[in-house]
Each structure stands twice: as C-alpha cells, then as structure tokens.
C-alpha cells in the first residue's frame, strides 16, 4: 500500500454513500491517514434495461472492482454484502463486513414529495415513516394495498414473497439505483416498489418509507444491511486499518447466511432469502425462504447454532430446506428461463 489508501467504488449515490462512511471512520480512527475514492463502473451499472436475472449475477456489482483492486490501482473495496458473489475470487478477501443497518425491506408508495422541476422526492418531509404515511395517506401495511396494485421491483426474491402473501397484486420489473426506482414509481403510476431500509436510512431518505414489511412477509437478501470491505488476500496492512470496522454478530451472521446460499447454488437469479440473528441467550439464528417465482409454491425454516461455526449452521439449514422441498423448487427454477 501507499501513502495514500484507494477504495474502489461503484459511482451511485448509494455506493457513494457507503463509502464515504467508511473512509470518514477510518480517518477518524486513523488521524493523518489520506483516503481516496475511486469511482469504477460495473457491468451492473451499465445494463439498465435488462431484469437481472436474464444477465447473470456472478460478480455483476462487483467483477470490475475487484480486477482494480487486483490490479493495484485500488487498494480495498466497499460493497453491498448482499451484492457478493458467495466465491470470493482467487488472491481476494473479505476483510471486513461491518455493523448492519436495519435488515428489512420497506414499501415506498406513490405520493413523494416533488422538487422545484417536478422531480420526485420521497422522504423530503421530516418525521417518521409511520407519521409521514399516515400524514399522506399512504399505506400502512401489506394488506392496505389494493387488489391487483401494480409493484415495481426487479427482485426475484421479493416477487416471489409479495406474491405468496399476496398472489393479487401485479408486478412490473423496474431497474435503476435508488433514485430512479423511486422516480419510476411516480412516472409510470405504480403503487409503489420494495426497497432497502438500509440503503434510504444511508442516503437519509428514511422517512420515504410507507412501511416495512415483517419478517413473516419478507426475509430479506443475503448480506442486507451490512457492508463488505475486500482487499488483497494476504494485505496485512490493509487489515489492520479496517480491522475496527469488522462487527462480530454481523459477520457471523451473514457468513451463515453467505453458507447456506453457497450450498443451495443461489444467487439473485434463484428467489433465495435468509436473515441470521445472534443474540447472547440463544446464540446464532438463521431463518431462510426458497420460493417459486409465483409465490405458490414455498419452503420456510429456522434453525439455531453456535455463533463460533456459522457455516456449519449455513450448511445444515440448507441441507433442511432441499429435505423440505426446496430441491424441487430450485430444480423447476433451473429447467426453465431463470426469470419465469
């Protein structure tokens, strides 16, 4: 490493976002440490008008970073957890995943408030979602939306969950960053769409949030929440400046989760979520969903373990799951097109 330390960086908002917060932390915990960010574009970046599962997600956010980061023109990477390959790549590490932000998906319904063009907003008022929903008018939970209300969202996995608990509704694939999925809504009179509590929390747009969806109605994606710093395998230096960051309940929760996705082949093209939970009474917990694209046909289970072997407890929640049914779900998933 140099004396300058590089994080390599998708150029959204969001992204952005993400890892202006880590370099922030690091000077703070680093005083004269000179960090910079640069901007990479991902093949995730540049293809828009495509659902993501008829592109293929191995390393869709994140292949071109990690070839800067291997290349040396980077020195680490700030991520998504959830937008991780579960291979990390040959000479490369996860060094670091830190403290999750709220883990759930929330609503964000129709009705933000406008900027001065006429631009969406959402979320620019203040107070709480729960105020600023009903302040609006907006709905206040799953079973508020109207029969056959039109969703927007891109996700399999959250397709296949909106519609085991609501088989009415009708949902339209929507691509784009936060902003522009939000601005799609009010542009083409959605209902609304699904997000990340976490990535409008970081951007500051909490408040845009009409609801958030239980855990019984939707687990959320493999990682959420968290952030995944990867650097070069073997990089000490770079380790043990991140080495703070690094929260113990999150990271063996999401190395559960991370397992259990590994052992089921999934990826965001299979509608596969979990969500681990480490408490110090009952250890580590790890609840998983596997569904058919149309919500009909799903398999939901938890299971404890020992927070020191998170994969172990990954493995073995898998291994319920395919006796559950979910072989037959993911076979039916693969024979056909990836995206029904």
Known sequence: MSDVLRIGSRGSALALAQSEWVRDRLRELHPGLVVEI????????????????????????????????????????VHSAKDMPTET???LAIVAFTAREDVRDVFVARGGVRD??????????????AS?????????????????????????????????????????????NVETRMRKVEDEGLAGTVLAAAGL????????????????????AVGQGALAIEARAGDVAVAALVEALADAPTTAAVRAERALMR??????????????????????????????????DVVRLDRHGDAA????LGRALAADLLAAGADRILRTLREGDGDG
């Open 132 to 176: 600023s929903s009903a302040a609006a008018g907006r709905p206040r939970s799953l079973a508020d939306l109207t029969p056959g209300a039109l969703v927007g969202t891109s996700s399999l996995r959250r397709r296949a969950q909106l519609l085991a608990a609501r088989p009415d509704l009708t949902l339209v694939d929507i691509r784009g």
């Open 38 to 77: 640069e901007v990479i574009h991902t093949k995730g970046d540049k293809i828009l008008d495509a659902p993501l599962a008829r592109i293929g997600d191995k390393g869709l956010f994140t292949k071109e970073i990690e070839a800067a980061i291997v290349d040396r023109r980077v020195d680490m990477a």
């Open 309 to 312: 072997a998170p994969e172990d």
């Open 263 to 296: 052992a089921l082949e999934g990826g965001c093209q299979v509608p596969i979520a979990a969500l681990g939970e480490v408490s110090a009474t009952a250890g580590l917990r790890l609840r998983a969903f596997v569904g058919s694209l149309d919500g009909a």
């Open 201 to 220: 929390a970081r951007l500051g747009r909490a408040g845009a949030a009409a609801f958030a969806f239980t855990f019984d109605e939707m687990l959320p």
């Open 89 to 91: 790549p040959e000479g």
């Open 116 to 129: 001065a063009e006429g631009g969406v907003v959402p979320g620019a008022a203040a107070g709480t979602a």
